[in-house]
């Protein structure tokens, strides 16, 4: 822990990690379990680099009490985990393989056992590949079908789990998913692929109220948040961050807390809004949820567009440090995008988790075997810190997340980048804790033990 006094949070604030099933959990074949359009996507010739796949990733389906000790030995009061909707209901509708629900109810188990706190994510992204050949999220139906996955799981989990999260980062699905084709199902409908963002959002919906009809006393959803920063003070490039903010923050939250979708005429959305969008959808999507999970990583700097069909330009960040990952280290943004959303959604912005926040350096053993990740201990540092920040402003923050517990499969980019507190060793699948691992640990401890 950086000796420069390090803030104190108050009673109940909530320190955990974050993992995704994909990305951890292998035995893609295992017990029943069906097929993931990433497991399709992973086949794709040039899809990931050097044809990395997460049939195996960390093995966690096999290892999960190796890595519940490194949870409980971390100290953490919460974990993160995604229950893999293939793995639970195979075809994403119908039967339900029991081998899957038993896979999570034992996790649960242990996690309450050793006084952790499990955050389920319903889904993070692995949809069941025939609900994709049905048309996925283009498809209305797909939400329903999720709902019903939503009662599925916490019929089975909910007494033991008090706060549950729908989705996790939609924007990411649609952009990366429908829009640009980078990540699985790898369709490429750029601003063709705007209804999946609804199909989500109504999803959500839907699930929230199964979720809160099977017993669950708490509803989220974990978006991806990204400041938009101008690339200069010109009129042009101020409308391209005021439209890629529209984009990438605003049209997942606006529905949710103000129960309508913004203005998206930069992306040729005229006034009546996405034609998807049915009567009454939008009382669904702004059902009360509980708390908002915030995933940061980094701010992104716009200019008006030279040539392009949308009404922005990428620009780098300069003046920053950047993670292995090429995201530019930014501490203040966090605290930025947390007393934005306080400002923007005033009194119906409910309690905020930030749910994933982390980063990717080359970590590798010693000789002596340790990995001293000091760069990640400065991140971890400076973004905790930052959220202490937004706190004192007034934001209600109850708790931060650490992105990730383990190194894992990093989606496209394979294994080429290592998130973890946890370096692991793919060919052993041999975990051992990082120099950030102990330093995390020593921060929960020494928060727990402040006064106040």
């Known amino acids: 822990m950086s000796d420069a006094g390090f803030p104190t949070f108050p009673a109940g604030f909530s ?23 990433w497991d399709t996507f992973c086949r794709r010739p040039g899809a990931i680099r050097d044809g990395h796949t997460g049939d195996v990733a960390d093995d966690h389906y096999h290892r999960w ?66 609900l994709e050949d049905a048309g996925g999220w283009l498809s209305r139906d797909t939400a329903y079908r999720f709902a019903e996955f939503a009662t599925i799981a916490a019929t089975r989990l909910a007494d033991r ?69 101008p690339a200069s003070d010109s009129p042009a490039n101020v409308a391209a961050a005021a439209a890629y903010d529209t984009l990438h923050n ?19 959305v005229g006034a009546a809004g996405l034609e998807c969008v049915r009567d009454g959808d939008l009382a669904i999507v702004s059902a009360p949820i509980d708390a908002l999970g915030v995933n940061y990583y980094a701010p992104t700097r716009l200019s008006a567009p030279a040539d392009s069909t949308l009404p922005f330009s990428m620009q780098p960040i300069p003046g920053y440090p950047l993670t292995a990952f090429g995201n530019p280290v930014v501490p203040a943004g966090l605290t930025e995008l ?24 080359p970590d590798e053993p010693d000789a002596a075997g340790q990995i001293a990740d000091a760069d990640r201990i400065d991140y971890l540092d400076g973004h905790i810190r930052a959220v202490a920040h937004a706190m004192a402003a007034g934001v209600d ?32 699948l041999r975990r051992t804790p990082k120099a950030s691992f102990g330093w995390y640990r020593d921060v929960i401890s020494a928060v727990r033990a402040a006064p106040g």
């Not at 369709?187 to 705007?194: D, E, S």
């Not at 005033?346 to 994933?356: C, D, F, S």
């Open 250 to 268: 605003r049209l997942y939250t606006d529905p949710l807390l103000l129960g309508r979708y913004p203005d998206l005429a930069a992306f040729g």
């Open 397 to 428: 923050v109850r708790g931060y997340l650490v992105w990730s517990l383990l190194d894992n499969f990093e989606w496209a980019e394979g294994y080429h980048q290592r998130f973890g507190l946890v370096h692991v060793d793919y060919d052993t």
């Open 15 to 37: 320190f955990g990690v974050a993992t995704a099933a994909y990305q951890i959990e292998g035995a893609v074949g295992a017990d029943g379990r069906g097929e993931s359009v």
């Open 65 to 130: 009490p190796e890595d519940v000790a490194l949870m409980a030995a971390l100290g953490i009061d919460t974990y993160r985990f995604s229950l893999a909707w293939p793995r639970i209901q195979p075809t994403g509708s119908g039967a339900v393989n029991a081998a899957g629900l038993d896979f999570y109810d034992r996790i649960v188990d242990s996690l309450v056992a050793n006084g952790i706190t499990p955050m389920p994510t319903l889904f993070h992204w692995d949809l069941p590949q025939p």
């Open 161 to 229: 789990v008090p706060l549950w999260i729908t989705l996790n980062e939609p924007f990411v699905v649609t952009a990366f998913g429908y829009a640009l084709g980078v990540h699985a199902p790898g369709r490429t409908l750029l601003l063709g692929a705007l209804p999946t963002a609804h199909h989500q959002l109504l999803g959500h919906g839907l699930a929230t109220v199964a979720l809160r009809a099977a017993g669950v006393r708490q509803v989220a959803i974990a978006n991806n948040y990204s400041p938009a920063w």
């Open 338 to 361: 947390l007393t934005t959303l306080a400002d923007r959604y005033g009194t119906r912005l409910p309690p905020v988790y930030v749910t994933e926040n982390g980063c990717s350096f």
